[in-house]
């Protein structure tokens, strides 16, 4: 009878604490929601809130940590390097690195510490986030782009630097008044940068034939190259013309871009068959 009465009253008690969990569990998803809709209207400080309280009541739930990351993300102001920009910034990378310690190949959160890495202008780390994704999913036009960005990004400062130091500005033109050693300078600094950034910014335009923005930063890429065609003319004006071949064809694949948005919005927002 003792035994019998001990496992009934731990079954109750089981009961009970299932109850309480499936309680918490519908507070958290309550929670969730009312972040979601806060997110949605741009009220990000309100959804961490709502977000931050979802996770206190479920720390089990993912799904709560990448929105709060996000909403977090959200409030990241790029290229802005004051202590409260970078603070909110890291509060976002704990979020999502918090999603990818149970998960490391979770592709949003991936791409969403890539991004936070990129605009707090930490772009060694940003690359190596975006190589994970590739390594993930080779065929993300977006992260071959960024790659490519981050490399003119990277190759544009040294070269501004190199001839800024020598009081010349940057005519993207292949800067032809330089002098040799300016160029040789150039040249160690600036080599391998463009000639990745012209790789992964021809992947992201063969995986996404219209990639109107790839083929400007290949227009970007390819001047930036025209500055190391040291004392060669011929082959700076070959690289010119790539460049404004690149325009040429960024502008068609915009104004085709921007007919399919349109014929979507024809239908209703639903792609045509």
């Not at 772009?123 to 782009?145: C, F, G, R, V, W």
């Not at 890429?221 to 404004?244: F, M, N, P, S, V």
Request: hydrophobic share 40%; glycine share 4%; net charge negative.
């Amino acid at each position: 009878m003792k035994l019998s009465a001990r496992m009934t009253a731990s079954a109750a008690l089981l009961l009970i604490l299932a109850s309480t969990v499936g309680c918490t569990k519908l507070k958290a998803r309550d929670q969730l929601v009312k972040g979601v809709e806060a997110f949605k209207s741009g009220k990000y400080e309100e959804a961490v809130n709502y977000f931050q309280k979802s996770v206190a009541l479920d720390p089990t739930s993912d799904v709560s940590r990448l929105y709060l990351a996000t909403a977090y993300s959200y409030q990241v102001v790029p290229n802005l390097d004051t202590p409260e920009n970078l603070a909110v910034a890291e509060k976002a990378l704990s979020g999502f690195n918090a999603v990818l310690a149970n998960n490391p190949n979770d592709l949003d959160a991936l791409r969403q510490v890539a991004s936070i890495d990129r605009n707090i202008k930490r772009y060694d780390q940003a690359k190596t986030d975006e190589m994970k994704i590739l390594s993930l999913d080779p065929h993300d036009a977006e992260a071959n782009y960024t790659i490519g960005v981050i490399d003119w990004t990277q190759a544009y400062k040294r070269a501004t630097d190199i001839l800024g130091a020598v009081g010349m500005q940057d005519d993207g033109e292949g800067n032809v008044k330089k002098s040799k050693e300016v160029c040789a300078k150039l040249v160690a600094a600036n080599t391998d940068l463009v000639a990745e950034a012209q790789k992964y910014l021809l992947q992201a335009v063969n995986i996404n034939p219209n990639y109107d923005d790839a083929m400007q930063y290949l227009n970007l890429t390819y001047r930036r190259k025209a500055d190391l065609e040291c004392g060669d003319d011929a082959a700076r004006k070959a690289d010119l013309a790539q460049a404004d071949e690149w325009v040429q064809k960024a502008t068609g694949a915009r104004k085709a871009n921007e007919a399919a948005k349109e014929k979507i919005a024809e239908h209703g927002g639903i792609t045509p068959q």
